[in-house]
């Protein structure tokens, strides 16, 4: 995973701009950022290009924004009820 961005955090409305690319990832690494899933299989891969936009305005809402792509390669998974 690779993050860069940009933050004001002086401006009167505090903003961030963050690029997130993940890269090939596999679900079980992805498992242990997120925690469990409760899936019996973990394969697969996760790409993704993702751009988020977050406002936090001088009133105190927070505002936010993603756009990009992902990509899930190679699935397999079950969970018991649900995709068995």
């Known amino acids: 995973m690779n993050l860069t961005g940009e ?9 961030f701009a963050i ?3 993940t ?13 469990p899933l409760g899936f019996k299989r973990k394969e697969g891969i ?8 977050i406002t936090i305005f001088d009133s105190g809402r927070v ?6 792509t992902l ?5 397999n998974y079950e969970r018991e009820g649900d995709f068995s």
Not at 23 to 35: N, W
Not at 63 to 68: C, N
């Open 63 to 68: 505002q936010g924004l993603s756009e990009g």
């Open 71 to 75: 990509e899930l390669r190679g699935l």
């Open 23 to 35: 890269r090939d990832a596999t679900l079980p690494k992805i498992i242990r950022f997120v925690g």
């Open 7 to 15: 933050a004001r955090p002086f401006a009167h409305n505090i903003t």
């Open 19 to 21: 690029y997130e690319q």
């Open 46 to 53: 996760y790409n993704s290009n993702i751009k988020h936009n």
